[in-house]
């Protein structure tokens, strides 16, 4: 099983090394897996950075946004598993392995974990996580069952796809440029086969997005996009072209 690790960057030269040192370290055969950074019109040393680490597979994507450089990236893929990662991440050692007994699964399509928010604060570090652990695995089993509609949940920056699931839904879904992009991934997948959510996949991430905007309204702008693209196909959130 060969995994494409698929990164898009903007601007993150400061972030980038962080997250290359833990790939660095990761207990999987280095020719099992490649690592592709996505140039999403960085004006800072990103790619540089990227180039320093011996990282040869840098393409670039023109169009702005999350889901062209996610796009771009699976188009460049030559591995089995398309493993998506923000760029301000870090891994532990056995992210791959645990993903791969996972996928190995009978008609697992896709897999993720929940996010440790390492610079967030003790509470909302601990309570983020809790919930993540808790509730993510058995909120789309609900809905599911309530409204007989299929539900998953996937978080963007660390997620597991097979490539030939995502080629059959056409990829991802450029029309939304951030919120619920990972979202409406996840619904479309979960009409193709099952979808896993485990506690056991943890990795480490930045809270930088909650700093800047607020937790509680980070947090009710995911809420309620998920809840408007599961039952209207579409995000909460509308977002400038």
């Known amino acids: 099983m060969k995994f494409s690790l698929v990164i898009p960057c903007y601007n993150e030269e400061k972030t980038l090394p962080f997250l290359l040192e833990s790939l660095k370290q990761l207990d999987y055969p280095s020719e099992e897996f490649e690592i592709i950074i996505v140039d999403n019109n960085c004006t800072d040393q990103t790619v540089s950075v990227a180039q320093k680490w011996g990282i040869n597979n840098i393409v670039k994507e023109e169009h702005q946004g999350l889901t062209w450089a996610r796009q771009r990236g699976f188009l460049a893929a030559k591995g089995d598993i398309i493993a998506c990662l923000d760029a301000d991440c870090r ?19 896709a897999v993720s974990g929940p996010y440790d928010y390492f610079d967030a604060s003790y509470f909302f570090r601990h309570l983020s996580l809790l919930f993540q652990s808790v509730f993510y695995p058995i909120i789309p089993k609900i809905l599911h069952f ?5 539900a998953a949940i996937i978080i963007g920056g660390n997620c597991f796809i097979k490539k030939t699931v995502l080629e059959k839904i056409g990829g991802f879904d450029t029309s939304i440029k951030f919120w619920g992009e990972d979202v409406i991934t996840a619904m479309r997948l979960a009409k193709e086969g ?9 990795i480490y991430s930045s809270s930088r997005r909650f700093k800047k905007e607020g937790s509680f309204k980070t947090s009710l702008r ?3 996009n998920y809840l408007s693209i599961y ?11």
Request: glycine share 0%; charged share 30%; aromatic share 20%.
């Open 194 to 202: 099952k979808v896993i959510f485990s506690s056991q996949l943890k």
């Open 231 to 241: 039952f209207f196909n579409k995000p909460y959130v509308r977002e400038k072209d």
């Open 146 to 150: 309530i409204f007989r509609k299929p």
């Open 222 to 224: 995911y809420f309620l």
């Open 91 to 109: 891994v532990p050692v056995d992210w791959l392995k645990k993903a791969e007994k996972y996928l190995q699964k009978t008609n697992v399509v």
